[in-house]
């Protein structure tokens, strides 16, 4: 009876986006804990009749340790449930410190994080041969929580490649400021999403230099995601996986194809 802590993702709002191991996983659960302003009350539905629930927002650092302690000496199992993917801003590593420290094991489960669940109601991949093969997951800084040194939008802006920014819609103009201080041109395209796979989902197309003005002219301040880059527009070129002068162990190149790719051609 050593008790255990399940971190589980449950995507970024619909119930069906939740993995077959999360609903499984919840299913089991003698405790489930979860954020009712962050997590579709239908994730719930998994859980044992008999289980007790517990609304984290609730719940402080110092609140969860005395649950995590009675798991531990009662041998409960314990889900908590984080919304998206639990390895983005979900404040899961201080409770995977507390776990450690009273000696009660954990174990993950991952969910879709919001950024690929927008990129995928867009339809658009966010790396697109010869435009960007890299994406950046941030957030703006001057928010509740320091951003360290480096890492402010106006320097990863530089790269020009796809971002995607979470956290940031309260302080939109100086979110713009940042992208076009970091050398975005005006016309790069951006994706705003907001409470995406939610009922009351909101999906505006726009660019780096209108960005503030359509997030203040739908009145929004949470729950936003951008995605911004060249990357969101761009198309006409094609990665070598799928060319038919590529090989790999499942398949051979086609001679003439394999030259023309040499030779840089499409
Ligand atoms: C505390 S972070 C959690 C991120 C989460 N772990 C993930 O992987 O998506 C909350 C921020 O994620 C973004 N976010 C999460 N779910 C979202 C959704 N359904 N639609 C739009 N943005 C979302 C917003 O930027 C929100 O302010």
Redesign the pocket.
């Known amino acids: 009876m050593s008790g255990k802590v399940w971190f589980v993702?449950a995507g970024?709002?619909a119930a069906d986006l939740l993995t077959l191991r999360a609903a499984k996983v919840i299913g089991t659960a003698d405790v489930v804990v979860w954020a009712a302003s962050?997590v579709s009350p239908e994730v719930l539905e998994h859980a044992r009749a008999d289980a007790e629930i517990v609304d984290s927002a609730r719940l402080p650092l110092e609140g969860v340790r005395p649950l995590y302690e009675r798991a531990a000496r009662e041998g409960l199992c314990v889900a908590r449930i984080?919304?998206?993917?639990?390895?983005?801003?979900?404040a899961v590593q201080e409770q995977r410190e507390v776990c450690d420290e009273i000696g009660l094991p954990h174990e993950t489960v991952p969910?879709v994080?919001?950024?690929s669940?927008?990129a995928a109601l867009v339809g658009r991949e966010l790396t697109i041969p010869e435009v960007a093969q890299s994406v950046i997951l941030t957030?703006l800084g001057g928010g509740k929580t320091p951003m360290p040194e480096g890492e402010e939008v106006i320097e990863l802006a530089r790269h020009g490649t796809t971002m995607a920014?979470?956290?940031?819609?309260a302080r939109s103009g100086q979110l713009q400021a940042e992208l076009l201080g970091g050398g975005y041109p005006p016309d790069t395209p951006v994706v705003m999403?907001?409470?995406?796979?939610?009922p009351d989902?909101l999906i505006a197309h726009c660019t780096v230099g209108t960005l503030a003005e359509t997030v203040k002219s739908h009145r929004l301040w949470?729950?936003?995601?951008f995605l911004v880059g060249p990357a969101l527009a761009a198309g006409g070129t094609r990665s070598h996986l799928y060319h038919p002068g590529h090989f790999h162990g499942f398949r051979r190149a086609q001679p003439d194809a394999r030259r023309a790719l040499r030779k840089g051609q499409p």
């Open positions: 993702g970024p709002g962050l984080h919304s998206g993917d639990p390895s983005l801003w979900g969910g994080s919001a950024f669940a927008v957030r920014l979470f956290l940031s819609a999403a907001y409470q995406a796979t939610w989902e949470k729950h936003t995601l």
